[in-house]
């Protein structure tokens, strides 16, 4: 158990809807990261936050968005949901800010089935 | 752009052998490489990393090598055991940008 959480863990849904995706990240951690895996992909860097701000960006489309509450938990928003969006969707945290190689602690994912 | 491969998508080894997992990168940027362990229905998990600054990085069973002008690394596992059975994640950083950049994955099948 990383001591990340993730929920939903699976979430089914239909083109065109909005879905949020919740983390709660490790205890004392600042710092969380979204990912996304699509089938037989890598998993791809979303976003991230430090303490509540943006401090990175990937190729999030801009349809989905993200944020991070003062209780450090977080939330990735998907909205105008296409069938491509279905992927697994993984948290992650860690202690510190950047720049910094911290260890990134994964949850065990939310499965986002798009119909 | 794949800025990060794992050009075997399977590896099979037998019990007690060593299994060689290999990662390519292309960004010269890159300065720091983990390998994460993934098991079904779970997230992955941290195994082992490595700065640029070294070319080879041991932990227990494990072993990472760099070789920076290759931009090539390697996960090693001595001797590999059936729980070793999994989909192992080259992913490399620009500490810079403080973005992880995975590989697609390698799924590993330890046979006893």
């Known amino acids: 158990d990383s001591g990340v959480t993730q929920t939903p863990k699976h979430l089914i849904t239909a083109t065109g809807q909005r879905v949020t995706l919740r983390c709660s990240p490790r205890?004392?951690?600042?710092?969380v990261y979204w990912y996304q895996q699509s089938l037989d992909q890598g998993l791809q860097f979303l976003i991230q936050y430090y303490n509540g701000e943006e401090r990175a960006k990937g190729n999030i489309l801009e349809r989905f968005s993200a944020q991070q509450f003062p209780d450090l938990h977080s939330e990735l928003n998907l909205s105008s949901l296409e069938l491509g969006d279905s992927a697994l969707y993984f948290c992650?945290?860690?202690?510190?800010?950047?720049?910094?190689?911290?260890?990134?602690?994964f949850g065990p994912g939310t499965r986002l089935t798009v119909l | 752009d794949q800025q990060v491969k794992q050009n075997s998508p399977s590896l099979s080894v037998q019990e007690g052998r060593i299994s060689i997992l290999n990662c390519d990168y292309t960004n010269s940027m890159f300065d720091y490489f983990l390998w994460y362990k993934k098991y079904p229905a779970e997230g992955p998990t941290f195994l082992i990393s490595i700065s640029s600054i070294k070319d080879k990085n041991e932990d227990g069973r494990f072993t990472v090598f760099l070789n920076k002008s290759a931009k090539h690394l390697s996960l090693h596992i001595v001797p590999s055991q059936p729980g070793d059975s999994a989909v192992y994640f080259c992913a490399a950083m620009d500490q810079g940008a403080q973005k992880l950049v995975f590989g697609q994955g390698t799924r590993l099948t330890i046979n006893p």
């Open positions: 205890s004392g951690d600042l710092s």
């Open positions: 992650a945290s860690s202690g510190t800010g950047p720049p910094s190689t911290d260890t990134q602690y």
